[in-house]
């Protein structure tokens, strides 16, 4: 691992009518990010918030707004997403026929980028800017939905990016997430895999003591 562990509860499984809550359960439980699921019904069938919302739930938190764009023409998004108090801004690589002209306009906004690859997309696509990129955001499901099962075969997809990134001198500078199908008893097998952060939608938000469930994430995390 890179750094410290961190988890990125998302959002997507929380009560929307009352987001408020959800920031102040990540913060009591002691997040560090909050992972913001953004779809367009284009890109996956599902469809869910915007930089409004972004900016309305800015102030209420000072964790580090981690915003997963799942949407086509992902270069329309940054400056909105980036005005609204995104800290990482993160586009799949599918997503893009010039991810280096998007990866430049969310740093020449001032910040994080981040770069996702779906499961079923080649490794060998996204190598070619793991050093232009912050973010590394490794799917372990489909997109679209929270509350989908761990998709076999992503744990060596991590191990093989992380190689590629120890590799290559990076792993100090990009920092790997993995998002999707993490639950407290894969964490550790994910971690072991080469993972800095752990999105975690629907066993925070589902769970009977959401802010107790961050704490066990964070128990597996930092032994
Ligand atoms: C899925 C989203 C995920 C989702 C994860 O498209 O990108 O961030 O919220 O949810 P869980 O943890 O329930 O798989
Ligand atoms: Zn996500």
């Not at 069938?45 to 000072?62: A, C, D, Q, Y």
């Not at 997403?81 to 993160?90: H, K, R, W």
């Not at 599918?94 to 490794?123: F, Q, R, W, Y």
């Not at 001198?169 to 971690?191: I, M, P, Q, Y």
Request: aromatic fraction near 6%; hydrophobic fraction near 40%; glycine fraction near 8%.
């Amino acid at each position: 691992m890179a750094s410290e562990f961190k988890l990125a509860p998302s959002i997507l499984s929380a009560d929307f009518s009352d987001l408020r809550s959800a920031l102040k359960i990540c913060e009591e439980g002691g997040a560090h990010w909050i992972h913001i699921d953004v779809m367009d019904n284009q890109f996956v069938p599902n469809l869910t918030l915007g930089p409004p919302i972004v900016k309305k739930l800015r102030p209420h938190s000072s964790q580090y707004f981690d915003v997963h764009m799942m949407v086509v023409e992902p270069e329309k998004l940054v400056e909105s997403f980036a005005d609204a108090g995104a800290d990482g801004i993160t586009f799949h690589i599918e997503a893009s026929d010039n991810p280096k002209a998007v990866i430049d306009l969310i740093h020449a906004a001032g910040k994080d980028a981040g770069l996702s690859i779906k499961p079923a997309t080649p490794l060998s696509e996204i190598e070619p800017f793991l050093d232009l990129i912050d973010i590394l955001l490794v799917m372990s499901v489909e997109p679209g939905f929270g509350g989908q099962g761990f998709v076999n075969g992503s744990a060596e997809r991590i191990q093989k990016l992380r190689k590629r990134l120890n590799e290559r001198g990076l792993s100090d500078r990009v920092t790997l997430v993995v998002d999707g199908g993490v639950k407290l008893h894969n964490a550790k097998e994910v971690l072991d895999a080469g993972a800095d952060v752990l999105v975690a939608g629907s066993e925070v938000f589902e769970s009977e003591n959401p802010i107790e469930t961050i704490k066990s994430f964070y128990r597996i995390g930092n032994p």
